[in-house]
């Protein structure tokens, strides 16, 4: 047994310092302030902030390598690498393919989604981010591999329903309302993004089992006229709408404050940040990395298409965007937690398993020095210390 002594518990929205964290194998065995078991071994966190482990919904890669290669050394070093800054839970993010090659890397990703090293972050599946995109909002993503989804190209996913947990799609092509439902009733997490849909068309693949809205302003139409018509886009319909879940990349690149707070408060408890990481992640100012066929460079803070105005996901982890959020813009602290822990959570439908400190959940625990610098980890109950520095190994 592993006891966490001296703690900050962040989770469920509250702050509860000085708090005992008791870890019984794989599971969260108690929290409080009662006494120590004489067994147990104790770690003194001294006033640390102690939150669940991290949950990133949409990550590309890191450190160099991306998930898209299928690589089970270069995924392991990725998972590694987002274990020792908490990180503790990923889905698999892969930029657009040919449906027939995803489908293949979907396989080749599957067995890592229940076995993965100690000291890595737990898979929990495949996010694929297109080929079902707006070529005019493509971003980052080969324009000439994106197509409407049509009724072969979701049996050949639906093939992989058990490894795919979420896909990102423009509502408004032909065929993607009909693929939404069928997605949907597989129990795959439907987005919208890279797309030009109009609010109406957003409400329609709503309709059909829609329920995630994927990095808001990023690769996503606004309102445009018609006449005199004022004619609400993708974004509007995100934020007026009562049920969609939706995610911001907090980098401090991507999106000003302003753009942050409007979104907070449009989507309130619903709002998730994910890091779109991609390679470049961890990596210095001008190495170059792909997202497919697409040639990307560190640059400032951020990934940038190379040669275009465009961005090419981030190079941030979960850390760094809550740091920005309540460090720089001051939201509180028990709510940028929320963020990455107990929201994405609910998203991936683990609410009852992992996103809170508390008793019968799994042991997963992220351990922050002030300005969320990564201190130690505890992963399936096992403890992870940080390099001898205080940031990620």
Known sequence: M????????????????DRTVLVDGGRIGAVGAGPVPPDAQVVDVGGRVVTPGLIDLHV??????AFDDADEAG????????????VTSVQLSLVSAPVDVLAARIAALSGLVAATPADAARVLGVHLEGPFLAA?????HDPAVLVPPSPRDVDVLLEQAA?????TLAPELPGAVDATRRLAAAGVVVAAGHSDATARQLAEAAGAGLTHVTHLWSGQST??????????????????AAD?????????????????????RCTGDRLVVVSDGTPGTGMPAGHRYRLATVECVVGDGVGMVAGADAFGGSTST???????????????????????????????GLSARRGAVAAGMDADLAIFDPGFRPWATVLRGRWLPASPSGGPL
């Open 2 to 17: 592993l006891a966490l002594t001296r703690a900050t518990v962040v989770s469920d929205g509250r702050v509860e310092p």
């Open 60 to 65: 590309h890669g890191a450190a160099g390598h």
């Open 223 to 240: 309102t445009r006229r018609e006449g005199p018509w004022r004619i609400p886009g993708l974004l509007e319909g995100a934020l007026a």
């Open 318 to 348: 979960l850390p760094g965007m809550l740091a920005h959020l309540h460090d720089d813009l001051g939201w509180p602290l028990a709510e940028v937690v929320e963020l990455a822990t107990g929201r994405p959570a609910a998203v991936a």
């Open 163 to 167: 490894t795919l947990r979420m896909i």
């Open 75 to 86: 995924v392991t070093a990725v998972l590694r690498h987002l274990a020792a800054a908490g």
């Open 244 to 264: 969609l879940t939706a995610e911001v990349i907090a980098d401090g690149r991507h999106l000003p404050p302003e753009l942050l707070e409007i979104a907070r």
């Open 136 to 140: 005019a909002q493509c971003g980052a």
